[in-house]
């Protein structure tokens, strides 16, 4: 659950608590003044206004904790801006990483298992050879192509697949992307 407490109020509430020395003031007081810049970089981060206030809140929670880490004189926007979008970045990780599913089986059974959707009137036997034939036009690409496809329909980043096959990141693009409109106009009839 996020806190629902301002940076004004929180601010106050430490000013209250504590004698305020010059500079902790003006860091403070910029950093009130920064909100609303702040806002729109979390809101075009998130593209959400909620979470959009969440991670203004968050980062001027950590920007408060690390002030004694804040140099005076230097560019305050810009070290928010990098708290900001690293605060992003590891919530971003987080997230994907939670729901990122590790099938544990032998055999991998539950990632061949083809995910259906149970709303859809789908007939299985229909599906299934259309599958067959996806599966069928894949195996008949060119050599080159089959082995990069595969492993970027397995997840594989086009960086990743440039490392362990030690071939040039722009051939790897321009090789998946000549497969797939090999597959869109092969397949033309499933797209």
Partial sequence: MKL???????????????KVMDGNFNFRKDLVQVQDELFRFAYKLTANHDD???????????????????????NMKGWLYTIMRNIFINNYRKMVYEQTYIDQTDNLYFLNIPQVPESDNYNETEG??????????????PKECKALFQM?????????????????????KSRIHLT????QKDLKDYV
């Fill in 152 to 172: 970027h329909l397995a997840g594989f980043k086009y960086r990743e697949i440039s490392q362990r096959l030690k071939m040039p990141l722009g051939t790897i």
């Fill in 128 to 141: 299934l050879y259309s599958l067959k034939e996806i599966y069928h036009t894949i195996n008949t690409l």
């Fill in 180 to 183: 797939k409109q090999i597959l």
């Fill in 4 to 18: 629902s407490l301002g940076v004004n109020q929180f601010i106050s509430l430490n000013d209250k608590n504590s």
């Fill in 52 to 74: 959009a206030k969440d991670l203004l809140q968050e980062t001027s929670l950590k920007a408060l904790h690390n002030e004694d880490k804040y140099i005076p004189g230097t």
